[in-house]
């Protein structure tokens, strides 16, 4: 009788063991890569023509004396 209960055992665990056993296959595609695009839009002649009409003004700001200050009068 504890044969059979010993076989039985063992054979529920194989059953058990192999039950609870995954295999995964798992399959890779080959990635494409390509090539992007991108349209950048910078205004450098405007931005230089600013920067032209601007600095003449800055230009002449400098050399301007600002006054020395209030005078004092007797």
Do not use: Y
């Not at 059979?4 to 665990?13: M, P």
């Not at 995954?22 to 390509?34: L, N």
């Not at 006054?67 to 009068?73: H, L, R, T, V, Y």
């Amino acid at each position: 009788m504890r044969i059979v209960i010993a076989v039985t055992a063992l054979l529920l665990a194989a059953v058990l063991f192999t039950a609870c056993q995954t295999q995964h296959k798992v399959e890779m595609a080959p990635v494409e890569v390509k090539p992007i695009h991108i349209t950048i839009d910078v205004n450098v002649k405007i931005d230089r023509a600013l920067d032209d009409f601007f600095g003449d003004i800055d230009k002449a700001a400098e050399t301007v004396e600002p006054p020395s200050g209030p005078k004092d009068q007797p």
